[in-house]
């Protein structure tokens, strides 16, 4: 997980990301980008990782600067 960066990640992945932390279940998104952010360590169950967490706050930043 280290060194992959908001912007390594397809926009599918990305939008997955951003609906489990807005509390979407992952039910309702793409499953292909969860099973792939799963084997990666960002969802865990269907829940976000810390490591997850951390990347989107990242993202945040950076967009806001």
Same mark, same amino acid.
């Given at each position: 997980? $280290? +060194? !992959?960066?908001?912007?390594?990640? #397809?926009?599918?992945?990305?939008?997955? %990301?951003?609906?489990?932390? $807005? +509390? !979407?279940?992952?039910?309702?998104? #793409?499953?292909?980008?969860?099973?792939? %952010?799963?084997?990666?360590?960002?969802?865990?169950?269907?829940?976000?990782?810390?490591?997850?967490?951390?990347?989107?706050?990242?993202?945040?930043?950076?967009?806001?600067?």
């Amino acid at each position: 997980m $280290d +060194g !992959i960066s908001w912007t390594d990640l #397809d926009a599918d992945e990305q939008r997955v %990301l951003t609906k489990l932390y $807005d +509390g !979407i279940p992952a039910q309702f998104c #793409d499953p292909v980008a969860v099973l792939s %952010l799963n084997r990666i360590g960002f969802i865990k169950g269907s829940r976000l990782t810390m490591e997850a967490e951390k990347l989107l706050s990242t993202a945040l930043l950076l967009e806001i600067a």
